[in-house]
Antibody, heavy 123, light 106 residues
Framework: QQQLQESGPGLVKPSETLSLTCSVS??????????WGWIRQPPGKGLEWIGN???????YYNAALKSRVTISVDTSRNQFSLRLTSVTAADTAVYYC???????????????WGQGTMVLVSS | SYELTQPPSVSVSPGQTASISCSGE??????VCWYQQRPGHSPVLVIH???KRPSGIPERFSGSSSGNAATLTISGTQAMDEAEYYC?????????FGGGTKLTVL
């Protein structure tokens, strides 16, 4: 049974960089069947997609965040990561990593999610 | 930017059928999926590719799509189905989520 687990600091200062890692267990992140992504949810609000990455490195990003976001994959550690620069209070949210089935751009859907990690942006 | 519109709330009596809509421009040309999120929990995929139910999702969950709207239907709604439901679609190379619908089982 595949599992995803987010890790990283729960508190980030304004203007600094948020860095999170998602560890994938139970299957190889290099499987061509899947894409890997990040989604966030501000407190009391809805879901916001951040971006996706395939194991070969091709990425898809939310246009609203694209200038600040980098998603990367480390196949040797079976992990993928999120970097979000120049954070503000508006970036405070629960951050989820997820596995996507189907095809990015058409049928892609996240069928497995991590438990989520709360990140507070505050000085 | 592309938008998906959902009603903020839907109420249903136990055992009855709940329908949650999701509308968007030219939605008939896109695949829609649906997530269930109970308070304090991660979202769970309940429908993908408009009508497909992942393994482990009860048969009472079904999806349909016609014209500019997609619908999640829960037949024989149970108390455990009370949750927030989100629709999702791709627009070009971007994932778009609906605003979410709070399903209350009265």
């Amino acid at each position: 049974q595949q599992q995803l687990q987010e890790s990283g600091p729960g508190l980030v200062k304004p203007s600094e960089t948020l860095s999170l890692t998602c560890s994938v267990s139970g299957d190889s992140i290099s499987s061509s069947r899947y894409c890997w992504g990040w989604i966030r949810q501000p407190p009391g609000k809805g879901l916001e997609w951040i971006g996706n990455i395939y194991y070969l490195g091709n990425t898809y990003y939310n246009a609203a965040l694209k200038s600040r976001v980098t998603i990367s994959v480390d196949t040797s550690r079976n992990q993928f990561s999120l970097r979000l620069t120049s954070v503000t209070a508006a970036d405070t949210a629960v951050y989820y990593c997820a596995r996507q089935i189907g095809y990015s751009g058409s049928s892609g859907a996240s069928d497995m999610w991590g438990q989520g990690t709360m990140v507070l942006v505050s000085s | 930017s592309y938008e998906l519109t959902q009603p903020p709330s839907v109420s249903v009596s136990p055992g009855q059928t709940a329908s949650i809509s999701c509308s968007g421009e030219k939605l008939e040309n896109k695949y829609v999926c649906w997530y269930q999120q109970r308070p304090g929990h991660s979202p769970v995929l309940v429908i993908h590719q408009d009508t497909k139910r992942p393994s482990g999702i009860p048969e009472r969950f079904s999806g349909s799509s016609s014209g500019n709207a997609a619908t999640l239907t829960i037949s024989g709604t149970q108390a455990m189905d009370e949750a927030e439901y989100y629709c999702q679609a791709w627009d070009r190379s971007t994932v778009v989520f609906g605003g979410g619908t709070k399903l209350t089982v009265l």
